[in-house]
């Protein structure tokens, strides 16, 4: 028991509350002080829109502080998202400590949302820098440049995740290569097959750029820089010039040399991925294809790239 009452000011809720946090539930001292900063900061807000307790506390109010955290004013600057997070916490654990212990009849907080983080919008790149970047690996044929083109067609040309292609295999490339010996390929049968996270496979078709790279590395490429291996053969799709299998970081450095010859600063294998789906939404493609193409588990991560163009 207390001598507070429902009534009770304010500024004394909190010191209650930050007792309890401290003896109660052991919070450490750096924690405790940013809760002291946050709930302050909360309560000088509260006065100042006339409420002198948390018993007078409604939902807008708390809902108005947490959108003040995130727009900052003249004495505050705006949190980061960690820092409005914690904040929030620190508000929605007041209230509830106040109903409890009978200093309040209602919880204002509980059902009022943080707001939401705001989404980063991907960065992109448009078909003229992908045509700089592909141009930058040189006119001439030899078995890496080979590799290197195929390996930025499959990044650009297909979405995939930077992991997902150095995991490829050589059986994953569907080309659609005459099967039965009379001249004609089947429509459509150009594809690859993606092992994507939690082992979920998906097939990606390939359009006319990415399948004429990759025929052209098979079987003018490849072959030869597999013969510099030693030792057993591999069955990677893409290889190092030892004849292994490319790594991630080695696939990093074929787009880092290639974007530095181009003069394209900061570009990055998730970019690649990026800029394929903003094409793909340009070009009229469903949020749901999209989606699927590039294996993502949720449809509002899918959402994003609405918000993007490449035009």
Do not use: K
Request: proline share 4%.
């Amino acid at each position: 028991g207390h001598a507070l009452d429902a009534h009770a000011d304010a500024d004394a809720v909190l010191a209650e509350y930050l007792a309890h946090l401290a003896v109660e539930r052991g919070l450490a001292a750096n924690t405790l002080a940013s809760y002291r900063r946050d709930l302050r900061r909360y309560l000088e807000y509260l006065e100042e829109r006339g409420r002198r307790s948390l018993a007078e506390v409604r939902e807008e109010d708390v809902a108005a502080f947490l959108d003040a955290l995130r727009a900052g004013d003249d004495r505050h600057r705006a949190l980061c998202d960690g820092s409005a997070a914690r904040a929030a916490s620190a508000v929605r654990g007041l209230h509830r400590f106040a109903v409890r212990e009978g200093l309040a009849a209602r919880d204002p907080a509980g059902r009022v949302r943080p707001p939401r983080r705001p989404r980063r919008t991907p960065r992109v790149i448009g078909a003229g820098e992908v045509e700089r970047l592909l141009a930058a690996l040189g006119p001439e044929d030899t078995p890496l440049t080979l590799r290197n083109r195929a390996l930025l067609e499959v990044l650009y040309g297909t979405g995939a995740r930077i992991s997902e292609v150095v995991g490829l295999a050589v059986d994953d490339v569907e080309l659609g290569d005459d099967p039965d010996g009379d001249g004609r390929r089947p429509a459509g049968g150009e594809r690859l097959r993606l092992r994507g996270a939690g082992g979920r496979t998906r097939a990606v078709p390939l359009g006319r750029s990415t399948r004429d790279a990759l025929r052209a590395y098979l079987t003018r490429a490849r072959p030869a820089i597999a013969a510099h291996g030693r030792g057993r053969g591999t069955h990677a799709l893409f290889l190092n010039a030892r004849g292994g299998r490319l790594t991630r970081q080695g696939a990093w450095g074929v787009l880092q040399a290639a974007a530095e010859r181009a003069g394209l600063g900061g570009i990055s294998p998730h970019m690649l991925r990026h800029s394929f789906a903003a094409r793909l939404i340009d070009g009229g493609a469903d949020v749901r294809v999209v989606r699927e193409l590039l294996g993502l588990a949720s449809a509002s991560t899918a959402q994003v790239y609405t918000l993007v163009s490449v035009d």
